[in-house]
């Protein structure tokens, strides 16, 4: 077998898999955590954890939804605040999206009954299943390593593009943070805080 049909067939496994994987991620999320918290506001959370001071725009490029939507999602949560709007120093015209420590708290929360449930699931496999499954997690985050901001191709280059601007045919790659699994919006891998 070619390394391209093995990749290939690596590829529907994971395109299989992971959307199970996440929606039962989320499930336990809204359930154990935090269900007040829709899976987009949650991912937004985890967003601003991990990027600190973005704005508006780059949440809504993150959760792949329009302006408006992520206004309404961060406004939601800035009128329970779990985030705040902060003038950015340099530029005063741009406002900066920050977590508040209740809305950390309540990210961790999240994280962590997650965490315990997820590990109580897989506690159920042999000990050869789960040391399989955390080298094959591990071997599989590194073509997408540091792809946060931008597409990577098979080549491991690095591509920007904008909106309709992807030529057709191209090979698009969707990375963890910007994929989307499943067939809701804000269905998206990235809640492990990396």
């Known amino acids: 077998m070619s390394i391209l049909n093995l990749a290939d067939e690596c590829a529907v496994t994971v395109l299989e ?8 991620i989320h499930e336990e999320m809204r359930r154990r955590g935090n269900p007040f918290l829709s899976p987009p506001q949650l991912h937004t959370l985890a967003y601003l954890h991990r990027s600190p001071e973005s704005c508006l725009f780059h949440v809504a490029e993150h959760l792949g939804v329009t302006h408006p939507t992520a206004s309404v999602i961060v406004e939601r949560l800035v009128r329970r605040g779990l985030v705040a709007r902060i003038t950015n120093p340099q530029e005063r015209r741009r406002i900066i999206l ?4 209740e809305g950390a708290w309540h ?11 997820l590990a109580g699931t897989l506690s159920q496999l042999p000990t050869t299943s789960l040391r399989r499954i955390k080298q094959g997690m591990s071997l599989l985050g590194e073509p997408f390593a540091g792809a946060a901001s931008g597409d990577v191709h098979p080549q491991g280059t690095r591509t920007r593009f904008r909106g ?4 057709s045919g191209s090979i698009h790659t969707a990375t963890p943070s910007n994929a989307r699994v499943g067939a809701g919006r804000g269905n998206r891998v990235g809640l492990s805080g990396r």
């Open 17 to 24: 898999t992971l959307p199970q994987v996440m929606r039962a």
């Open 98 to 101: 920050k977590l508040t420590p």
């Open 107 to 117: 990210l961790q929360r999240a994280r962590q009954a997650t965490r315990t449930w």
């Open 164 to 167: 309709s601007q992807q030529p």
